[in-house]
């Protein structure tokens, strides 16, 4: 959004709870980012912090992102009055930090709910399935389905990575190590008899089922075909020049993985749920499958190993789709209409 909103020259104010990767990228875009207090334990202070950067700043709309952006944002309208629109990226998840985070988790849940009927707030989906899924909570706000769209890219921009041997049929999962991404799923497809050996699965990202995976691939037998190479801030390069992306997802919004795959022409086998349905056709732009199911996404490999073709035809189709439907220009354009409705 902060590229194309710069593309249009509209000026972005940047809020974050906290200085990770997402600010980095901001500040290499030319944006400095506000980060507030991390853990907000004095939420009503951090509140009324929020509502007096926007005040002087003479901010009229606020673009929330997140349960926890969304609560806060409405609470500090009692302050400082501004116009709200908030964009729901998926469906709530059960998080494994701990006792103590799942519950406070869930309380934002519940008040977010609450706290985006208070604002009045415009909502956006980014798949229909989400807009079914708070149809109830939602009922009587302004409501749009915006999907998600990213830029167009050439893969041959990006180099080869070298720990991903070219001697292997390398399938790749990019994500957060939890329970809905279907990591357990892809490793059991791994370590059924019909794929081929030189099939291997390279997993970029972090999280709290890493030892967990490692130990399953262990004791199926597949520990050294499956390779965890942790957070890659090149996750592009990855995804230019893998054979194939794995999305066995338990449920899905619209993540930005699947669409980034598509722009840079990577084959694609996903579960048939959310957001992932609504965007891959079934053998035209990719391979769906149903979730959880381990012979259904090993068999859907071994058709992508065994067809140089058809993972092509999947390729170009996907890309085409991605130009024409899910183009950042096209997300901007759309969210633009939004903020000038909310604004009248």
Request: with cysteine.
């Amino acid at each position: 959004m902060i590229e194309g909103l710069a593309a249009r020259d509209v000026g972005v104010l940047l809020v974050l709870f906290r200085d990770g990767e997402l600010a980095a990228q901001a500040r290499a875009l030319g944006t400095a980012p506000v980060i507030l207090a991390g853990r907000n334990i004095a939420w009503p202070l951090t509140c009324r912090r929020l509502a007096r950067i926007l005040e002087e700043r003479g901010i009229r709309l606020v673009h929330a992102h997140g349960y926890k952006a969304g609560v806060f944002c409405a609470l500090a309208r009692a302050w400082h009055r501004f116009a709200m629109v908030k964009t729901e990226h998926g469906l709530p998840e059960p998080m494994a930090e701990g006792t103590t985070s799942a519950l406070r988790n869930r309380f934002y849940y519940s008040v977010d709910a609450i706290a985006t009927r208070m604002a009045g707030a415009t909502v956006c989906y980014v798949a229909q399935d989400i807009r079914k899924h708070y149809a109830r909570a939602h009922a009587g706000l302004p409501a749009f389905v915006i999907p998600n769209g990213v830029p167009c890219m050439d893969r041959r921009r990006f180099p080869h990575p070298s720990d991903l041997a070219q001697r292997h049929f390398n399938l790749l999962m990019v994500g957060r190590l939890d329970d809905v991404k279907g990591h357990d799923v892809a490793i059991k497809a791994l370590a059924t008899s019909a794929l081929a050996p030189d099939i291997h699965l390279n997993i970029v990202g972090t999280g709290p089922r890493q030892s967990e995976l490692l130990l399953l691939a262990s004791s199926l037998g597949v520990a050294e075909r499956v390779h965890m190479l942790g957070f890659r801030r090149n996750a592009y390069d990855y995804m230019a020049h893998c054979d194939a992306l794995l999305m066995p997802s338990l449920h899905e919004g619209l993540p930005y993985t699947l669409l980034e795959a598509m722009a840079l022409g990577a084959p694609i086998i996903a579960s048939g749920v959310g957001g992932l349905a609504e965007v891959v056709e079934n053998g035209v732009t990719g391979l769906l499958v149903p979730p959880r199911s381990v012979p259904e996404l090993a068999q859907a490999i071994q058709r992508l190993h065994a067809d140089d073709g058809l993972r092509t035809r999947l390729a170009e189709g996907a890309q085409a789709v991605q130009r024409s439907r899910y183009s950042l220009d096209t997300m901007t354009t759309r969210y633009m209409q939004v903020y000038a409705s909310c604004i009248r």
